[in-house]
């Protein structure tokens, strides 16, 4: 199973981005979904996650300024980041959780997409 991210980047302080994963392989189903990000010096957060059922779950701080979504079909994860902050600068992870194809339960990262927040 490989995934690739997009997205990230530089923008100023209250400005917007959109990441993106998609995982491609021998993939029979996509439980979970999610975002995970690591500051330099701390350690890696749960940003938001997703289940195949749509239901959602934020960290405090981003609660209403970011929003995940996944499309099915695509087996892609998104997360809309709004109303940035320089608190948010982070390396950002794609988490994927579930079966694969004639195999076991499966877990795996993206390679890390950049955020930089400006002030």
């Known amino acids: 199973v490989q995934l690739v991210e997009s997205g990230g980047g530089l923008v100023q302080a209250g400005g917007s981005l959109r990441l993106s994963c998609a995982a491609s392989?021998?993939?029979?189903?996509?439980?979970?979904m999610g975002w995970y990000r690591q500051a330099p010096g701390k350690q890696r957060e749960l940003v938001a996650a997703?289940?195949?059922?749509?239901?959602?779950n934020y960290r405090d701080s981003v609660k209403g300024r970011f929003t995940i979504s996944r499309a099915n079909a695509k087996n892609t994860v998104y997360l809309q980041m709004n109303s940035l902050k320089p608190e948010d600068t982070a390396v950002y992870y794609c988490?994927?959780?579930?079966?694969?194809?004639?195999?076991?339960?499966?877990?795996?990262w993206g390679q890390g997409t950049q955020v930089t927040v400006s002030s």
């Open positions: 392989g021998s993939i029979f189903s996509i439980n979970a």
């Open positions: 997703i289940t195949s059922g749509g239901s959602t």
């Open positions: 988490n994927v959780k579930g079966h694969g194809l004639g195999s076991g339960p499966f877990e795996y």
